[in-house]
């Protein structure tokens, strides 16, 4: 458990950066100009682009809390 309070924080920050940058981009902030909702503009496109390296990042994570690792050869 106290393995994973750091790495946690860690990640958290990792995910808080991806949102803020996606939602900095031209077509999330074009979106709800086109008729949509920004509700629907941050599942469709912030949470969908994040979600990828948020599943990258936790995967390592847990490899490591593991130890997981390749085998030689």
């Known amino acids: 458990m106290s393995l994973a309070v750091p790495a946690t924080l860690l990640l958290a920050r990792y995910v808080r950066t991806l949102m803020l940058e996606a939602l900095r981009e031209e077509y999330v902030v074009a979106a709800p100009v086109k008729g949509g909702t920004m ?3 941050l ?4 949470l969908r682009n994040s979600f990828i390296p948020l599943l990258m990042g936790t995967t390592l994570f ?3 809390i593991f130890g997981v690792h390749r085998p030689a050869g």
């Open 39 to 41: 509700g629907t503009a």
């Open 43 to 46: 599942v469709r496109h912030v």
């Open 62 to 64: 847990v490899a490591l």
